[in-house]
């Protein structure tokens, strides 16, 4: 069964899919849409860029839509049908663009309540009908403290980019959310990698759901190519230099392991006459967020982050990531190198790799291999 044709949509999805030009789903929406639409609990592991936000949002939207065509639409204010929740507002606008490119045709509303936003935005944001919220846990449980927001009509529960939300001791959150949806509810979490913390959040509170790996799940997407550089003496920038001095197709997303790296890093391009912008922890959100819409409107060819911006932001034409620093844990790596070679593009990762940098190739070489 490939294309989306045969999963059994509703006819508004399946004339906006094909207005939009998708014919054919990718591994994780194949394996796991049928089981949502059928309104089934799922665990979804699939390599970053491999379309997991529409292996959701379009059994989502199948759904909801179907209830109000039966005549059950929504009646109160403030009362979701289905809430997503992600780990970061960038991530959670993101979501909330890929939805209501499918929301014109069935018109199902989908609100956004995110961290970094002010309160009031968030309280302004839920006023009304609406079928879908997408949240960040935290602003979530602030609008379930102060009882601005009910949950108890919830159908479906979604938890997207788990592996992330995790790392910020999220697991009490994620259970004090799905304490306020019904008992019955259909629960999806969709993740890149299954830590230690995600393991215990599938024990926790998946423990009947449908575990679904793609076939590149914990691997390399094969449209990615992978160039390892020894660095000799520390010293990184000559490399780097001879690297950007060669042209690529889209952006280039450089990868420190720190805040400091990032910065002194991002100092040194500019000193080289390179015209670069930063993403990384600490730092006024307002320039984050400018910085990054620079880089993704293509105003910007060079990006210098830490891991902040290695899971979740989907920046369409990234050809090149570099390692300038190779991160500690796999997983990290498994994301950072996600960035490129999204959506069967091409990509290529570049990583300089020094004598403390062994243990991690050898795993890299690994999943490479698969």
């Given amino acids: 069964m490939n294309p989306f044709t045969e999963l059994g949509l509703i006819p508004t999805l399946q004339s906006t899919l094909k207005d939009k030009k998708f014919t054919k789903p990718t591994d994780i929406q194949r394996r796991s849409m049928p089981a949502l639409v059928d309104g089934r609990s799922v665990v979804g592991v699939a390599e970053t860029g491999s379309g997991k936000t529409l292996a959701y949002a379009l059994p989502l939207l199948h759904r909801l839509k179907t209830l109000e065509d039966q005549g059950d639409a929504v009646n109160a204010e403030a009362c979701p049908r289905a809430a997503v929740i992600v780990p970061t507002r960038e991530l959670g606008e993101q979501v909330s663009k890929v939805f209501k490119e499918f929301t014109h045709t069935t018109r199902l509303r989908v609100r956004t309540v995110l961290g970094g936003t002010t309160m009031e935005i968030a309280r302004r944001n839920i006023k009304g009908q609406f079928e879908i919220v997408v949240a960040t846990p935290g602003r979530l449980i602030q609008l379930l403290d102060r009882n601005l927001i009910h949950l108890g009509d919830v159908r479906t529960l979604i938890f997207d980019e788990a ?208």
């Fill in 163 to 370: 592996d992330q939300m995790l790392d910020q001791g999220f697991l009490e959150s994620a259970k004090r959310i799905a304490d306020a949806c019904p008992e019955g509810r259909q629960m999806a979490l969709f993740s890149a990698t299954v830590s230690t913390q995600v393991q215990e959040l599938i024990r926790t509170l998946f423990a009947k759901a449908e575990m679904i790996r793609s076939k590149g799940s914990n691997r390399m997407v094969e449209t990615l190519t992978t160039d390892n550089r020894l660095i000799k003496d520390g010293k990184r920038f000559p490399v780097l230099n001879k690297i950007l001095s060669k042209s690529t197709k889209g952006g280039t997303l450089i990868f420190t392991n720190t805040r400091e790296q990032c910065d002194k890093l991002a100092e040194e391009l500019h000193s080289n006459d390179y015209t670069c912008v930063i993403y990384r922890g600490e730092m006024d959100k307002v320039e984050r967020r400018r910085n990054l819409k620079e880089f993704r409107d293509g105003k910007v060819d060079l990006l210098i982050s830490t891991d902040l911006a290695s899971r979740g932001i989907d920046v369409e034409h990234v050809g090149r990531v570099i390692n300038y620093h190779l991160p500690k844990q796999i997983e990290n790596y498994i994301h950072r190198s996600g960035r490129t070679a999204r959506a069967g593009r091409e990509g290529l990762v570049i990583n300089f790799v020094t004598e403390r940098d062994q243990a991690l190739m050898k795993q890299v070489e690994k999943i490479n291999k698969k």
